[in-house]
C-alpha cells in the first residue's frame, strides 16, 4: 500500500509531514495512515534538536476530511472493550503530539473535518487559510456519535467549554475567520503563505517557549464555577432536546461527556470520552445515520447515465410562478445567466421581483441582502416569449400540471429553440410519455421535478422517458448537481418515485379520520416516529386542492389500491384549502397563523364518518406506513428507480423521512421484513393496498433485506 504521509526537512530543525493519500480527492485518517503516523512520531521522538513539526496536506482545498467510515462499518459489530480501545488508542496517539520536546503547527487549508479536526486540536497552534473553503468542524453527532478521539478533551481547553459544547453538539462547521475569532487558530494567511507562516511561528516558539506554558495550562482541568456549569448544561441541553425532539442521543451525550470531564485531568476526561463512544457506536441511529451517509455519497458520485453533458452555459424558466421562481432563483444563484417567461406581464414582472429577492435571501438578515440581489440582477433576464430562449442550452416548463398546456407548450418551444437544446418539465404526476407524444425529437425531453420550496428542498427527481437520451440525462444531472441539488434518476410513470409513496401515507390519514381518529393525534404519531410533520398538517401546507388533484391522477393509474377521498373534495368545495386560505384541517385565523384545532371541522368529517375504530398508537403507525412501504415494493418491481438506495434517500429528500431511521426500506430491515409481514396480516380485509407483494413475501420467508 502506498504512503500517505511524506517527510521533508527544513534546514533539519524543522520537520514536516504532509499527508497526501494516492488517488484520492481527499485525506482521510484510514487505520494504515494513523499507523504511519505513529511511526513517524516514533522517529520524531528520538530527535533532539528539532525545533518544530508542521503538519500539511498535499492536496489544495482539503486538509483532512475524517476519519475512514468504510472502517466503521467494518468495526459495528465487535464488542464494546474493543470499541473502547481503538477510540483510545487514536486519542493516546494523538496526544503524542503534545509531548513532543517541539512545538507542533497545524497548517490548514480547506477541509478539516472530524479526526482531522481532532489532529488538528493535539497539535500546539493552528494556523488556518483565509480560502472561503476552508471549513473546521466536528459532524459525527450527524452520524450518531461524538468526537472519541480526544476532540471532546482538548476543544474545551483551547477555546473554553461553551465554544466547545456548541461546536460538538451542533456539528457545524467554523471558517477560517470564526476559528481565528474564536482563539481555535492563531491567524489566517492566504493559502500560498501557510508554510512561511508556520515556520515564522515555529521561530517565535521556539524561542518564546509559550507553546510548552499552553500544554501546562491544558494539562489541568477547566475552571468554571458550579452555577455556571449548572447553567450551561441546563440550557444546553433544553436547546438540544428542542432541536432533536429526543430522536438523536448523540448531542446529549456528548454534553454529558463534556461537562463531566471540564472538572477532570485530560487522560481521565479521555476515559471518560472513549467509554462513552462505546455507548453509542454500533447503535441503531449511529447505524441508520451512516447509510444516509453513504446514500449521499453514492449519490455523489452518479452521473445518471453513460452520455456525456455539453456544457450548461444558459438557462430559460417557462412560468413565473412560485416554482419557476424558484427554479430561476436557484439558477442565478450558482451563476446561471436565466432567462424568465410567462404568458400574463403582471406575473412575470412580480415573478423578477420574487426571484432576486429569494436568490438573495440572507439567514442571518431573514430576508434580502440588497448587495447580492445588485449583483446577481444582471444574471436574470425577461423575456416576452419562449422563442426568445432560442440560445439557451436547457429550458424548464414550470407551468400549470395540466397536460394540454403542457404540450401547447412544448409544440411551440421545441421549433423555437436549438436543436440541441434540453427540454424539461417540472411536472410533479404526469407521466413524461404523455407529454412527449406530439414532440417530433422526443430525445431531448425529460422531467427535472423539483419540490417546494425549491431553496429548501434538495432533492431533484430526474424523470426518463422511454426515449429520453443518455445525452439529455446526462445534461440534467449537470445542471442539478451545478446548482446543489440531489439528484435522482426515476423512470417515468404516476406520481414517479417521490410522490407516489407520499400519496399512500397521506391518504391513509385521510381514512383514518373517516375512523374517527383525530386529526391532532394522526400527526403526533407521525412526528413521534420523526417525521417533520404530520400527514394532516402536510395536506395544509402542500393545499387541499393540489393534494385532490394529484389524487385524481393516481387513483385513474392505481384504482385497485388508491382511495377514493370524498372528504377531501367536500373540503375543497368548503375553502378549506389549507394555511393559504386560512382553513383547511386545522385553522390559520390567528396572529401568528399557526395550526389550531378547529371547532367547525367536526362535522363536516362527521358526514363521511364510518365506524369509530380503537386504534393503539402503533396501529395507527402501522397504517400511515405500511401502504407506503408496499408501494415501495413495486416502485422496485417496475424499476422506476435501480435500487433500495434510491427510494430511501428521494425519501429522505424528498419529503424528510427521518434520517435516524435510515430510509424507509432500511427501517423495514432494521424492523425485520418477516415481523412487518406479521403486523401486516390484520390489515389486509383493509384491501389492496395492504396485500403483500411477492418481493415482499420472498424477502420475509428467508429473513432477507431489501439492502442485500
Same mark, same amino acid.
Given at each position: 500500500?502506498?504512503?500517505?504521509?511524506?517527510?521533508?526537512?527544513?534546514?533539519?530543525?524543522?520537520?514536516?509531514?504532509?499527508?497526501?493519500?494516492?488517488?484520492?480527492?481527499?485525506?482521510?485518517?484510514?487505520?494504515?495512515?494513523?499507523?504511519?503516523?505513529?511511526?513517524?512520531?516514533?522517529?520524531?521522538?528520538?530527535?533532539?534538536?528539532?525545533?518544530?513539526?508542521?503538519?500539511?496536506?498535499?492536496? +489544495?482545498?482539503?486538509?483532512?476530511?475524517?476519519?475512514?467510515?468504510?472502517?466503521?462499518?467494518?468495526?459495528?459489530?465487535?464488542?464494546?472493550?474493543?470499541?473502547?480501545?481503538?477510540?483510545?488508542?487514536?486519542?493516546?496517539?494523538?496526544?503524542?503530539?503534545?509531548?513532543?520536546?517541539?512545538?507542533?503547527?497545524?497548517?490548514?487549508?480547506?477541509?478539516?473535518?472530524?479526526?482531522?479536526?481532532?489532529?488538528?486540536?493535539?497539535?500546539?497552534?493552528?494556523?488556518?487559510?483565509?480560502?472561503?473553503?476552508?471549513?473546521?468542524?466536528?459532524?459525527?453527532?450527524?452520524?450518531?456519535?461524538?468526537?472519541?478521539?480526544?476532540?471532546?478533551?482538548?476543544?474545551?481547553?483551547?477555546?473554553?467549554?461553551?465554544?466547545?459544547?456548541?461546536?460538538?453538539?451542533?456539528?457545524?462547521?467554523?471558517?477560517?475567520?470564526?476559528?481565528?475569532?474564536?482563539?481555535?487558530?492563531?491567524?489566517?494567511?492566504?493559502?500560498?503563505?501557510?508554510?512561511?507562516?508556520?515556520?515564522?511561528?515555529?521561530? *517565535?516558539?521556539?524561542?518564546?517557549?509559550?507553546?510548552?506554558?499552553?500544554?501546562?495550562?491544558?494539562?489541568?482541568?477547566?475552571?468554571?464555577?458550579?452555577?455556571?456549569?449548572?447553567?450551561?448544561?441546563?440550557?444546553?441541553?433544553?436547546?438540544?432536546? *428542542?432541536?432533536?425532539?429526543?430522536?438523536?442521543?448523540? &448531542?446529549?451525550?456528548?454534553?454529558?461527556?463534556?461537562?463531566?470531564?471540564?472538572?477532570?485531568?485530560?487522560?481521565?476526561?479521555?476515559?471518560?470520552?472513549?467509554?462513552?463512544?462505546?455507548?453509542?457506536?454500533?447503535?441503531?441511529?449511529?447505524?441508520?445515520?451512516?447509510?444516509?451517509?453513504?446514500?449521499?455519497?453514492?449519490?455523489?458520485?452518479?452521473?445518471?447515465?453513460?452520455?456525456?453533458?455539453?456544457?450548461?452555459?444558459?438557462?430559460?424558466?417557462?412560468?413565473?410562478?412560485?416554482?419557476?421562481?424558484?427554479?430561476?432563483?436557484?439558477?442565478?444563484?450558482?451563476?446561471?445567466?436565466?432567462?424568465?417567461?410567462?404568458?400574463?406581464?403582471?406575473?412575470?414582472?412580480?415573478?423578477?421581483?420574487?426571484?432576486?429577492?429569494?436568490?438573495?435571501?440572507?439567514?442571518?438578515?431573514?430576508?434580502?441582502?440588497?448587495?447580492?440581489?445588485?449583483?446577481?440582477?444582471?444574471?436574470?433576464?425577461?423575456?416576452?416569449?419562449?422563442?426568445?430562449?432560442?440560445?439557451?442550452?436547457?429550458?424548464?416548463?414550470?407551468?400549470?400540471?395540466?397536460?394540454?398546456?403542457?404540450?401547447?407548450? #412544448?409544440?411551440?418551444?421545441?421549433?423555437?429553440?436549438?436543436?440541441?437544446?434540453?427540454?424539461?418539465?417540472?411536472?410533479?404526476?404526469?407521466?413524461?410519455?404523455?407529454?412527449?407524444?406530439?414532440?417530433?425529437? &422526443?430525445?431531448?425531453?425529460?422531467?427535472?421535478?423539483?419540490?417546494?420550496?425549491?431553496?429548501?428542498? +434538495?432533492?431533484?427527481?430526474?424523470?426518463?422517458?422511454?426515449?429520453?437520451?443518455?445525452?439529455?440525462?446526462?445534461?440534467?444531472?449537470?445542471?442539478?448537481?451545478?446548482?446543489?441539488?440531489?439528484?435522482?434518476?426515476?423512470? /417515468?410513470?404516476?406520481?414517479?418515485?417521490?410522490?407516489?409513496?407520499?400519496?399512500?401515507?397521506? /391518504?391513509?390519514?385521510?381514512?383514518?379520520?373517516?375512523?374517527?381518529?383525530? &386529526?391532532?393525534?394522526?400527526?403526533?404519531?407521525?412526528?413521534?416516529?420523526?417525521? +417533520?410533520?404530520?400527514?394532516?398538517?402536510?395536506?395544509?401546507?402542500?393545499?387541499?386542492?393540489?393534494?385532490?388533484?394529484?389524487?385524481?391522477?393516481?387513483?385513474?393509474?392505481? &384504482?385497485?389500491?388508491?382511495?377514493?377521498?370524498?372528504?377531501?373534495?367536500?373540503?375543497?368545495?368548503?375553502?378549506?384549502?389549507?394555511?393559504?386560505?386560512?382553513?383547511? #384541517?386545522?385553522?390559520?385565523?390567528?396572529?401568528?397563523?399557526?395550526?389550531?384545532?378547529?371547532?367547525?371541522?367536526? +362535522?363536516?368529517?362527521?358526514?363521511?364518518?364510518?365506524?369509530?375504530?380503537?386504534?393503539?398508537?402503533?396501529?395507527?403507525?402501522?397504517?400511515?406506513?405500511?401502504?407506503?412501504?408496499?408501494?415501495?415494493?413495486?416502485?422496485?418491481?417496475?424499476?422506476?428507480?435501480?435500487?433500495?438506495?434510491?427510494?430511501?434517500?428521494?425519501?429522505?429528500?424528498?419529503?424528510?423521512?427521518?434520517?435516524?431511521?435510515?430510509?424507509?426500506?432500511?427501517?423495514?430491515?432494521?424492523?425485520?421484513?418477516?415481523?412487518?409481514?406479521?403486523?401486516?396480516?390484520?390489515?389486509? *380485509?383493509?384491501?389492496?393496498?395492504?396485500?403483500?407483494?411477492?418481493?415482499?413475501?420472498?424477502?420475509?420467508?428467508?429473513?432477507?433485506?431489501?439492502?442485500?
Amino acid at each position: 500500500m502506498s504512503a500517505t504521509i511524506s517527510r521533508s526537512n527544513l534546514e533539519d530543525t524543522i520537520a514536516i509531514l504532509t499527508l497526501d493519500m494516492p488517488e484520492k480527492g481527499a485525506n482521510i485518517l484510514s487505520s494504515h495512515v494513523l499507523e504511519e503516523l505513529e511511526s513517524h512520531l516514533n522517529a520524531i521522538e528520538k530527535e533532539d534538536k528539532l525545533q518544530g513539526l508542521i503538519l500539511c496536506s498535499g492536496k +489544495p482545498g482539503t486538509f483532512i476530511a475524517g476519519a475512514d467510515l468504510r472502517e466503521f462499518v467494518a468495526s459495528l459489530d465487535v464488542d464494546r472493550q474493543q470499541i473502547v480501545s481503538l477510540c483510545r488508542r487514536g486519542r493516546l496517539l494523538f496526544s503524542r503530539l503534545r509531548e513532543l520536546p517541539c512545538v507542533t503547527i497545524a497548517a490548514i487549508d480547506g477541509i478539516c473535518l472530524g479526526g482531522g479536526a481532532e489532529l488538528a486540536i493535539a497539535c500546539d497552534r493552528r494556523l488556518v487559510s483565509n480560502s472561503p473553503a476552508t471549513q473546521f468542524g466536528f459532524p459525527e453527532v450527524k452520524l450518531g456519535l461524538f468526537p472519541g478521539w480526544g476532540g471532546t478533551v482538548w476543544t474545551p481547553r483551547i477555546v473554553g467549554l461553551y465554544n466547545a459544547v456548541e461546536m460538538i453538539t451542533s456539528g457545524e462547521s467554523i471558517s477560517s475567520h470564526q476559528a481565528v475569532e474564536m482563539g481555535l487558530a492563531t491567524a489566517s494567511v492566504p493559502a500560498e503563505q501557510l508554510l512561511e507562516a508556520a515556520t515564522r511561528m515555529v521561530r *517565535q516558539e521556539s524561542q518564546s517557549g509559550d507553546f510548552l506554558e499552553d500544554r501546562k495550562r491544558s494539562s489541568e482541568p477547566i475552571v468554571i464555577s458550579e452555577t455556571e456549569m449548572g447553567f450551561l448544561g441546563v440550557t444546553a441541553a433544553g436547546f438540544i432536546e *428542542q432541536k432533536t425532539k429526543g430522536h438523536y442521543p448523540a &448531542p446529549l451525550a456528548a454534553l454529558e461527556v463534556l461537562l463531566g470531564g471540564a472538572s477532570l485531568e485530560p487522560e481521565a476526561a479521555g476515559e471518560i470520552e472513549s467509554e462513552e463512544m462505546a455507548n453509542l457506536f454500533g447503535s441503531p441511529v449511529n447505524r441508520s445515520l451512516l447509510n444516509v451517509f453513504f446514500l449521499t455519497d453514492r449519490n455523489k458520485k452518479q452521473t445518471g447515465s453513460i452520455g456525456k453533458s455539453t456544457e450548461l452555459r444558459t438557462a430559460g424558466v417557462i412560468g413565473a410562478g412560485v416554482m419557476g421562481q424558484g427554479i430561476a432563483a436557484a439558477n442565478i444563484k450558482r451563476k446561471i445567466p436565466t432567462q424568465l417567461t410567462d404568458t400574463s406581464e403582471e406575473a412575470l414582472k412580480q415573478g423578477m421581483q420574487k426571484v432576486l429577492e429569494e436568490a438573495s435571501y440572507n439567514r442571518e438578515l431573514k430576508g434580502p441582502d440588497v448587495e447580492q440581489a445588485l449583483r446577481l440582477a444582471p444574471l436574470l433576464d425577461a423575456v416576452p416569449d419562449a422563442k426568445d430562449m432560442a440560445e439557451c442550452d436547457l429550458v424548464i416548463e414550470a407551468a400549470v400540471e395540466k397536460v394540454e398546456i403542457k404540450k401547447l407548450i #412544448f409544440g411551440h418551444l421545441e421549433d423555437a429553440v436549438d436543436s440541441a437544446t434540453v427540454l424539461a418539465t417540472n411536472t410533479s404526476t404526469i407521466p413524461i410519455d404523455t407529454i412527449a407524444t406530439t414532440l417530433k425529437n &422526443p430525445e431531448r425531453f425529460l422531467g427535472i421535478h423539483f419540490f417546494n420550496p425549491v431553496r429548501k428542498m +434538495p432533492l431533484v427527481e430526474i424523470i426518463r422517458g422511454s426515449k429520453t437520451s443518455d445525452e439529455a440525462i446526462a445534461m440534467a444531472f449537470h445542471y442539478a448537481k451545478k446548482i446543489k441539488k440531489t439528484p435522482i434518476l426515476v423512470r /417515468s410513470g404516476p406520481g414517479f418515485l417521490v410522490n407516489r409513496l407520499l400519496l399512500p401515507y397521506m /391518504s391513509e390519514a385521510v381514512e383514518l379520520l373517516a375512523e374517527g381518529v383525530q &386529526p391532532r393525534r394522526i400527526d403526533r404519531v407521525a412526528t413521534q416516529f420523526g417525521m +417533520p410533520m404530520g400527514p394532516i398538517r402536510l395536506y395544509d401546507v402542500v393545499g387541499l386542492d393540489v393534494a385532490a388533484h394529484a389524487g385524481k391522477t393516481m387513483i385513474e393509474a392505481f &384504482p385497485d389500491r388508491v382511495l377514493d377521498a370524498p372528504l377531501l373534495v367536500a373540503m375543497v368545495d368548503a375553502g378549506r384549502l389549507g394555511e393559504k386560505s386560512g382553513r383547511g #384541517f386545522y385553522s390559520y385565523e390567528n396572529k401568528k397563523r399557526r395550526a389550531e384545532e378547529d371547532a367547525e371541522l367536526g +362535522p363536516l368529517i362527521a358526514q363521511h364518518k364510518r365506524e369509530d375504530s380503537d386504534l393503539t398508537d402503533e396501529e395507527i403507525q402501522d397504517r400511515i406506513l405500511f401502504p407506503m412501504l408496499l408501494e415501495a415494493t413495486r416502485v422496485l418491481d417496475e424499476q422506476i428507480v435501480e435500487n433500495a438506495r434510491d427510494v430511501d434517500l428521494g425519501l429522505i429528500m424528498g419529503i424528510g423521512f427521518p434520517p435516524f431511521r435510515g430510509g424507509l426500506l432500511f427501517w423495514a430491515d432494521s424492523v425485520g421484513n418477516a415481523a412487518i409481514l406479521d403486523r401486516l396480516e390484520k390489515y389486509q *380485509q383493509l384491501g389492496d393496498r395492504y396485500q403483500p407483494t411477492e418481493r415482499f413475501l420472498q424477502l420475509a420467508k428467508t429473513n432477507g433485506k431489501f439492502y442485500d
